[in-house]
T-cell receptor, first 112, second 114 residues
Framework: GENVEQHPSTLSVQEGDSAVIKCTYS??????FPWYKQELGKGPQLIID?????GEKKDQRIAVTLNKTAKHFSLHITETQPEDSAVYFC???????????FGAGTRLFVKA | DSGVTQTPKHLITATGQRVTLRCSPR?????VYWYQQSLDQGLQFLIQ???????AKGNILERFSAQQFPDLHSELNLSSLELGDSALYFC?????????????FGPGTRLTVT
């Protein structure tokens, strides 16, 4: 079947701490895993993505790790800031197709 | 700014009515995707067009239809509207047809059905 599970649904951290959001997918043929940030009243914004030929990708304070064997990938945000507060979505495309399945989202609160 | 534009930003209409949402993709992008986001819900894929042709269908109701025009802009038509159709509707675009291309989202259209 097609399913992307995302945890936790809500995450509250203190400014400066790290935040980790995890997603599990079911389609073993999936090969591209993007993460989106959605701020209130705005559309989702692509913040980082990873392809199945690498295990980790980093962009400043944001990193994504991929474990294809276990079929899960995670978003890591270090040194969190209040402006990181938003809803984060993971996504996994159906392998060999055109449909992208999104996780249910994680609402991140960064307390100053 | 993603480069994807959507109009209108807000739409309020009554049950049973029909509305059209419009999307212009980023310059150079040939694929357009439509998504529905209900209150506190995730993104539900509706439909994808690539260079004028329908390429993938998701959980799109029969009352909904879409098309992509030669200039690559797309319209999503919602008819016989019900209260449950109230949601945010997002358009996204990408350069290629496959789902392994980066998708860039527009600001959305908030539809309220009363």
């Amino acid at each position: 079947g097609e399913n992307v599970e995302q945890h936790p649904s809500t995450l509250s951290v203190q400014e400066g701490d790290s935040a980790v959001i995890k997603c599990t997918y079911s389609d073993s043929a999936s090969n591209y895993f993007p993460w989106y940030k959605q701020e209130l009243g705005k559309g989702p914004q692509l913040i980082i993505d990873i392809r199945s030929n690498v295990g980790e990708k980093k962009d400043q304070r944001i990193a994504v790790t991929l474990n294809k064997t276990a079929k899960h990938f995670s978003l890591h945000i270090t040194e969190t800031q209040p402006e990181d507060s938003a809803v984060y979505f993971c996504a996994a495309p159906r392998g060999g197709g055109f449909k992208t399945i999104f996780g249910a989202g994680t609402r991140l609160f960064v307390k100053a | 700014d993603s480069g994807v534009t959507q109009t209108p930003k807000h739409l309020i209409t009554a049950t049973g009515q029909r509305v059209t949402l419009r999307c212009s993709p980023r310059s150079g992008d040939l694929s357009v995707y439509w998504y529905q986001q209900s209150l506190d819900q995730g993104l539900q894929f509706l439909i994808q067009y690539y260079n004028g042709e329908e390429r993938a269908k998701g959980n799109i109701l029969e009352r909904f239809s879409a098309q992509q025009f030669p200039d690559l802009h797309s319209e999503l038509n919602l008819s016989s509207l019900e209260l449950g159709d109230s949601a945010l509707y997002f358009c996204a675009s990408s350069v290629g047809v496959a789902n392994s291309y980066e998708q860039y989202f527009g600001p959305g259209t908030r539809l309220t059905v009363t």
